[in-house]
């Protein structure tokens, strides 16, 4: 196989990392792996339901990023993971595990991959996806009612309590390692071209 590139797509809660994800996956076509940092929050089968709900998902603690690195470090030597399976219904991780083989491409999304280096350092190209704040919430109001059965109550609550602290705290200040910075998120076009062509480049280089 060539080279594997790692692509790290970050940017805040609701930014458009995953319509960027899908135009990259469309582009890429068999080439291309996700693997999302949401997949390696922690479990916490010692807690009852109203006690998960409560924890906070926006710190860098809540995800066991150990286990990603070792999976990011094994497929790039060409070896086959198996990557936790995250339920959102029901805050925890189940007994599920999903088989991801060494493709071309593999690219990772999530709001705090860039907070630590040791996976940072994994990626050839860094991707942060800048939105304005009040789009992302809304959009994150829309998605988790529709996808994750949450209500509209508890998804502002915890958007203040946890979401925009931490937005602040990390993901804001993670921008500064990014190569590529893309205002808008997926529908800025421009960016998207010009993110290809480089990426192109890159691949081709890696040949």
């Keep these: 196989m060539d080279k594997i590139c ?19 996956k469309d582009f890429f076509g068999d080439d291309v792996e ?3 940092h949401d997949s390696y929050y922690k479990a916490h089968d010692d807690m009852p339901y109203e006690e998960r709900a409560k924890l906070n998902y926006d710190h860098p603690s809540s995800f ?13 030597r060409g070896e086959t993971v198996y990557i936790p399976v995250y339920d959102f219904s029901i805050h925890n991780r189940t007994e599920k595990t999903v088989k991801v083989e060494p493709k071309r491409v593999i690219m990772i999304e999530g709001i705090l991959i860039f907070e630590n280096k ?9 991707i942060f996806v800048d939105t304005d704040a009040d789009e992302r919430l809304m959009r994150r109001i829309i998605r ?9 109550e508890s998804i502002i609550t ?21 190569d590529i ?27």
């Design 118 to 126: 040791e996976l940072r350092d994994l990626m050839d190209i860094k």
């Design 158 to 178: 915890q958007y203040q309590t946890t979401v925009k602290p931490m937005h602040e705290e990390f993901v804001e200040p993670s921008k500064k390692y990014a």
């Design 181 to 207: 910075i893309i205002p808008r998120g997926g529908e800025n076009k421009a960016a998207m071209e010009i993110l290809k062509g480089h990426l192109n480049i890159m691949l081709n280089e890696n040949r």
């Design 64 to 76: 066991d990023t150990d286990r990603m690195i070792e999976d990011i470090k094994a497929l790039k």
């Design 6 to 24: 790692v692509i790290g797509i970050a940017g805040g809660t609701a930014s458009g990392k995953t319509t960027i994800v899908n135009k990259l």
């Design 144 to 152: 988790d009612m529709k996808y994750r059965g949450r209500t509209i």
């Design 34 to 36: 996700l693997i999302s």
